[in-house]
């Protein structure tokens, strides 16, 4: 089945890394995205991986991906409080129409 | 930059009526979605939309909802029969290519059913 699953709540304070982890059940799954909701807004694409990549780093954000183990993490390094919002794990099941399937997401609140 | 957008922001109907909610995609993009987000909860896939019709839908996507895209631009999600469960962020969300399938998502539509 497909299913995304994400830790609810991680605390950081500011200038310290973060690492917002996520597992997922498709293997077929050829990306894997992360994404971040700030307050009543839009879901914001962050960042994405290719499932033939172990990471892939992006200024302050590295992607790791275990494929073996179905793991994914989203390390955001410096954190700063503008960072603090929802951030979605999903996963795109191959051989279907694009539909995006969710984590719960993970609240990050960081601290000054 | 070119952005998906969403109307009305905020919607407040009464258990039974119809709402249609509208999108305007990203204008090169082919292929439409639609998410709903019960506060709190996960976002949840509804439904997808390629030339012209559905090509896939969710057990949340039922008879009460449909999908149209009228013109060009606009991609809009009618509620026909509204009830208090349907109370949720809906997003619009849109892409140009499904092999890396980088959606891009509406800032939503908040609608409140009483």
Known sequence: GEDVEQSLFLSVREGDSSVINCTYTDSSSTYLYWYKQEPGAGLQLLTYIFSNMDMKQDQRLTVLLNKKDKHLSLRIADTQTGDSAIYFCAESPQGNTGKLIFGQGTTLQVKP | ?114
């Open chain 2, 1 to 114: 930059e070119p952005e998906v957008t969403q109307t009305p922001s905020h919607q407040v109907t009464q258990m039974g009526q119809e709402v249609i909610l509208r999108c305007v995609p990203i204008s090169n993009h082919l292929y439409f979605y639609w998410y709903r987000q019960i506060l709190g909860q996960k976002v949840e896939f509804l439904v997808s939309f390629y030339n012209n019709e559905i090509s896939e839908k969710s057990e949340i996507f039922d008879d009460q909802f449909s999908v149209e895209r009228p013109d060009g631009s606009n991609f809009t999600l009618k509620i026909r029969s509204t009830k208090l469960e349907d109370s949720a962020m809906y997003f619009c969300a849109s892409t140009g290519l499904l092999q890396s399938n980088e959606q891009f998502f509406g800032p939503g539509t908040r609608l409140t059913v009483l």
